[in-house]
């Protein structure tokens, strides 16, 4: 009986000979380059595991500590250690991080899953219907609204390997794109989850059972990093569908991802390379840059803080935010998602391994629209098409600069990002200053009337539509409401879910409560030019 | 595919006419360390598909004011790949773009490149020992321009920072506008010094906001294209300066004239602190005064260098 759940639902069948072939290239890989001799030789990869290791597990328990002194002890017999013995280490560590980072996926967890979701999300949603019975779950669909390239990324899966790259605001994030794919007619895919996430007592069965591989970003040493790189190599070369959130870690400002994390993302060329030295034919490797909008974020309140602290670095995790209280989870789902279309999920047009646009038979276009063969761009001009480290880590460069171009295209405006963005501009003009820390320190911010700030919106949104999709899109519904009724759905929202609303009406005017939640909200237009927010703040 | 060496360059008229020497004097470059080299105007765009046939590297030999169209006609018979790089030494007026991102937009080709520094048409002429800087992301064009044109008459250094490497090279000559102002004020050697060497520490500040590093500026694309082509009397941006700051003003505009409002533009839009561009771009607009500009810097807050 088919489960629907397409390639994936092989993967119990092959993960060992999945996690054979990642360690025997891994260590084919190293062994050559001990003999090329230099910075690659195993005493060195040994070494920096050491090292790294000693430092993470030294500031630990007394267990880690425990741990540590044996990474002391091998970082000193390196010196001692025959050729045969640093091999022998490598395998016994490489053999050991393969087995760690390998996922499961049972097809029975997701059959259940499958039918579960869209019923207990309903139900989350309108509990007046556990009175009435199931009734019609199809309001779900309503609530999340799931659009763009679809029949595009279809044919696509059909053709070869998809690898989905959406933003990442949320926890969330998760279980909405997994609920998408499902939706839209998608195979599930495969996906790299940080291991900090596996202790979420809500997402972790869900993780350990369809698909998803550990992720231990505290582990920085280069043999590790490998291990999770040949892994998702192998995974896409098999043509197993994989999802990664390039961003790395959840966007703390509550903006796009401008910078993407390019080590997983250059799996898919590599994939893309191999299958090609294996004979196969035509493209077979398709990004599918995904944008995930939200009239709220889970966790914006933890997230705006981070980012406030510790401006420009990513703390990598954090145990406890909203995403980890049961409570907070429900009461999000029920008063946010309640909303009309309250969730966008949007599939832009599907990109190859070099940043291209691939149409639906797979074929990939230059930017005026001419077919052309990405085979050529292996092309070294002298000894064929294999793989050049230094050219495909430009190429991957490329591909990532074109997803994000992707998502400032395809990003999905709400109300309450287009009010945010209003009520910030007016913050700067009353501060005289745009430095968004002098901003935030404002004491006494004003209230600004409705009328303005639905001048505001208004203006807005008519830029928006003016730069024909460069600038991205409006929601339906904040499309097609009256500005005052754009302002009145974010105030609905921003007073619905945080532990204090974002701002709230007084008489006739809007008062920021939350200069951190507000500015966190306009964040998601911060990428616009200046000439799309220009003025906003001095309407009078 | 060929492994010659394809020179497309703009028509031999106008402002094309500088842009073809260079073309013709690379192509003799190249063809002296015996590669096979195909050349093709842009008046002539049945030769390109043959062209494209017989060569990985083309030079795109162009002012960016034709570059597009050149990089649309390219753009039909060129792959993957191939690999372009070109030589003009200015920013697509209107969009401000250098001239790779439109080689980007026209054609299929990811590996592209700058060709810049203080390269001589002259003197490659000549035979004198000339050097160039190609700038590039890619290694792949660095090497391949290497091993196309080094040789006995030209060294060819590579620089990754391509961002860095065409920002000197466009903007540069807004200096020789600056310093044609100078002499036409009648200030002497310092003060013409002061120009470059602040000028020069404004456009790198500039290319890092852009995204270019601030090393490239102080190498051959910057310093050295400046001590090539800097300011004396035989540059034509220096006596639109001159002219400027004696009451004139030339019917035709220069390139650094052009480099001056670009620069300026760049600036204003970036929020980079650049008062003597933005002081050139008001002079080269005529919105201001050389005179009353030259007080106004006098007395400005001098920051740390």
Redesign the interface.
């Known amino acids: 009986m088919s489960t629907g759940a397409g390639r994936l639902g092989d993967f119990n069948a092959e993960r060992e000979s999945i996690v054979a072939e990642v360690e025997q290239r891994i260590l084919a890989e190293r062994r050559a380059a001990h003999l090329r001799g230099g910075d690659g030789r195993l005493e060195y990869v040994l070494n920096d595991a050491a090292f790294h290791e000693t430092q993470r597990l030294e500031k630990g328990s007394p267990e880690e500590r425990k741990r540590a002194a044996r990474w002391h002890e091998l970082a000193r017999d390196l010196s001692r250690m025959s050729d045969a013995e640093k091999e022998a280490e490598a395998a016994r560590l490489t053999h050991e991080h393969a087995r760690d980072v390998a996922g499961n996926f049972d097809a029975r967890v997701y059959g259940f899953v499958k039918n579960i979701l869209p019923v207990g999300m309903s139900l989350l949603l309108t509990p007046q219907r556990l009175r009435e019975g199931l009734g019609n779950l199809g309001e779900l669909q309503g609530r999340v609204l799931i659009e763009g390239e679809l029949d595009t990324v279809r044919a696509l899966a059909a053709r070869g390997t998809l690898v989905v790259t959406p933003t990442h605001l949320s926890n969330m994030d998760s279980i909405v794109i997994g609920f998408a794919l499902e939706r839209a007619g998608l195979p599930p895919c495969t996906y790299g989850a940080g291991k900090n996430l596996f202790t979420n007592p809500i997402l972790s069965f869900f993780m350990r059972n369809l698909g998803a591989y550990r992720v231990d970003r505290r582990l920085r040493h280069s043999l590790y990093k490998d291990v999770l790189k040949e892994y998702s190599t192998v995974l896409i070369e098999r043509g197993f569908h994989s999802l990664f959130f390039p961003g790395g870690t959840r966007s703390r400002s509550g903006g796009l991802e401008q910078k993407l994390k390019l080590g997983l993302m250059g799996t898919g060329l590599r994939a893309y390379e191999n299958r090609l030295a294996a004979g196969a034919q035509g493209l077979s490797v398709f990004f599918v840059p995904v944008t995930l909008n939200y009239h709220l974020t889970l966790e914006a309140e933890t997230l705006i803080d981070d980012y406030l602290a510790e401006v420009g670095k990513s703390r990598y995790i954090i145990e406890d935010d909203e995403s980890s209280r049961f409570g907070r989870v429900t009461s999000f789902i029920r008063k946010t998602l309640a909303m009309e279309g309250a969730t966008v999920v949007r599939f832009g047009q599907p990109l190859d391994p ?1 940043g ?1 646009q691939v149409d639906a038979e797979g074929q990939s276009h ?3 629209g ?1 077919r ?6 292996l ?4 000894s064929g098409r294999g793989p ?1 480290t ?2 495909d880590n ?2 991957t ?2 591909l990532g600069e074109s997803i994000v171009k992707a998502y400032q295209r395809d990003v999905v405006y709400m109300a309450t990002h287009l009010v945010a963005t209003v009520l910030w501009e007016r913050m700067c003009a009353q501060a005289g200053v745009r430095d968004p820390f002098r901003v935030l320190r404002m004491a006494d911010p004003q209230q600004v009337s409705s009328e303005l700030l639905a001048a505001g919106v208004d203006r807005l949104r008519d830029r928006i539509r003016g730069a024909n999709g460069a600038w991205g899109r409006l929601d339906k519904r904040s499309a097609e409401r009256p500005a005052m009724g754009v302002v009145d759905d974010a105030l609905r929202s921003f007073t619905a879910y945080h532990s204090r609303p974002v701002a709230e009406r007084r008489g006739g005017a809007v008062v920021p409560t939350s200069l951190r939640l507000v500015y966190y909200y306009r964040n998601r237009m911060a990428h616009l030019p200046d000439a799309a927010v220009a003025g906003l703040g001095g309407l009078s | 595919m060929m492994r010659g060496l394809g020179v497309v360059h703009a028509a031999d008229v106008g402002g094309g006419a500088g842009a073809a020497a260079l073309a013709r004097a690379l192509g003799e470059v190249a063809a002296a360390t015996g590669q096979r080299v195909t050349s093709a105007s842009s008046a002539d765009v049945a030769a390109l598909p043959e062209l494209a046939a017989a060569s990985r590297l083309i030079i795109l030999a162009t002012p960016a004011h034709t570059a597009r169209v050149l990089a649309r006609q390219l753009g039909d018979v060129v792959t993957g790949a191939h690999l372009i790089v070109h030589t003009a030494r200015g920013l697509e007026p209107g969009s401000g773009m250098r001239v790779s991102e439109i080689l980007r937009e026209e054609t299929c080709v990811l590996r592209v490149g700058i060709l810049a520094g203080p390269l001589a048409v002259e003197g490659l002429g000549a035979g004198d020992p000339e050097a160039c800087v190609v700038g590039s992301r890619y290694d792949d064009v660095i090497t391949e321009a290497k091993r196309m044109l080094a040789g006995a008459r030209l060294r060819v250094y590579g620089n990754h920072d391509i961002i860095g490497v065409e920002l000197a090279a466009a903007l540069g000559a807004a200096l020789s506008f600056g310093v044609g102002i100078a002499a036409g004020l009648g200030f002497g050697r310092s003060t013409r010094a002061v120009m470059e060497t602040r000028g020069l520490g404004e456009l790198a500040r500039l290319g890092v906001k852009l995204g270019g590093n601030e090393r490239t500026f102080f190498g051959l694309s910057g310093v050295g294209a400046r001590m090539a082509y800097g300011a004396d009397d035989g540059d034509e941006s220096f006596r639109y300066g001159e002219a400027l700051a004696k009451g004139e003003r030339p019917a035709t505009e220069p390139e650094g004239v052009r480099a001056a409002r670009e620069a300026g533009a760049l600036a204003e839009r970036h929020g980079v602190r650049t008062p003597l561009l933005l002081a050139l771009r008001a002079m080269a607009d005529g919105t201001r005064s050389p005179r009353d500009v030259g007080k106004e810097l006098m007395v400005s807050v001098a920051v740390d260098e």
């Not at chain 1, 052309?372 to 761009?377: Q, S, W």
């Open positions: 070099f291209n230059d930017p005026r001419r052309i063969d990405p085979e050529l761009f092309d070294d001009g002298a050049v230094q050219r430009e190429y460069r490329t």
